[in-house]
């Protein structure tokens, strides 16, 4: 659990300093870096989105993860739990909210390969190799983030320790269900998700995108049953 812990700690670190930097930057010079936060975002979840190898899988993960996340009302019950927070942090003149601070990082800082790999490494090998340089860019992405994004930020420190730190605890239960290709389909669709985060950063839409969320579990599940969907199938033709 160390790479989890050092990147706990380097989330929190650089979340707080970019709170203090966040109060010498003007209005006008914060509205700027958002949208330019918000490209950067967008071209990192392009880049991610096309680690994908089957466009099908990535199209089926997200309309069921958009229909089971807002069935269960995923992005309402974030904001239910951030709004006791959010009376003591408010937004400055229509700044984002702490929910949307969290979500954005959150994913940012937790979807990817580095996050599955690097988990799965130290909890099967106990190197923790990865987690440690994955946490070194994220202390640099985190001060970005806080100064724009806010104290949403910060929790997300929380978010790191609870799903890296469960992925390390279950790695040896998941490995064999991860492989490269699994962890490429489950990129893909969490980095859609960063293309939304990107847009509403922009202010082109506003996109409850936690309600998304399911679609990251979905794509390396139909990944897995693919192989087997088409055996049956090809049982059923002949």
Do not use: Y
């Not at 994955?134 to 001060?143: G, I, N, R, T």
């Amino acid at each position: 659990m160390l790479g989890v812990i050092v990147n706990v700690v380097t989330v929190a670190v650089g979340a707080v300093l970019g709170l203090l930097f966040k109060r010498a930057i003007p209005e006008k010079v914060s509205k700027a870096a958002m949208t330019g936060l918000g490209a950067c975002t967008l071209f990192i979840g392009i880049q991610g989105s096309l680690k994908g190898e089957n466009v099908l899988i990535l199209i089926v993960s997200v309309v069921l993860g958009a229909i089971i996340g807002t069935l269960l009302g995923i992005d309402g019950g974030i904001n239910k739990l951030a709004q006791g927070i959010e009376k003591r942090f408010k937004r400055e003149n229509g700044g984002v909210s702490v929910a949307e601070g969290l979500i954005s990082s959150t994913l940012l800082f937790c979807v990817g390969a580095m996050t599955v790999t690097g988990s799965i490494q130290a909890g099967t090998t106990g190197d923790n190799s990865i987690l440690i340089t994955k946490a070194m860019l994220d202390l640099v992405s985190s001060m970005m983030l806080a100064s724009s994004l806010g104290v949403g930020v910060l929790l997300a420190a929380g978010s790191v320790l609870v799903i890296q730190g469960g992925l390390v605890l279950l790695s040896g239960l998941i490995a064999p269900f991860l492989s490269t290709g699994a962890i490429n389909e489950m990129t893909s669709a969490g980095s859609l998700l960063i293309i939304m985060i990107g847009t509403n950063l922009m202010g082109i839409t506003k996109i409850k995108v936690a309600d998304f969320l399911p679609a990251v579990v979905f794509a390396p599940l139909i990944h897995n049953l693919v192989p087997l969907i088409e055996k049956l199938w090809s049982l059923i033709v002949k």
